[in-house]
């Protein structure tokens, strides 16, 4: 599997089963499980609201807070999701 990150969240997408899902089931390969299900999004948010949404994931992405709002500010503008 080629290195693939959801384009929604920026989270790393290393097994099949993290794929989101289209209406009609199949996988949706741009948009991970905790984002994308059943052809919609899960959170109906801003770019902005979904930063603050994602900082306290930041100690399982091995970063401080700081560290991971500056990365979601820095990689969301470039998502398919939030252009």
């Not at 080629?2 to 290393?14: D, E, L, Y």
């Not at 899902?21 to 979904?50: H, P, Q, W």
Request: with cysteine.
């Amino acid at each position: 599997m080629k290195n693939t990150i959801c384009q929604s969240c920026s989270m790393p997408i290393t097994d099949n089963s993290l794929f989101g899902t289209n209406s009609d089931g199949s996988r949706n390969t741009d948009y991970c499980i905790y984002c994308y299900k059943d052809g919609a999004f899960l959170d109906d948010v801003t770019m902005a609201e979904y930063i603050e949404m994602n900082v306290p994931f930041a100690a399982q992405a091995g970063m401080t807070p700081a560290q991971m709002r500056h990365h979601c500010e820095t990689v969301f503008p470039t998502l398919k999701r939030w252009c």
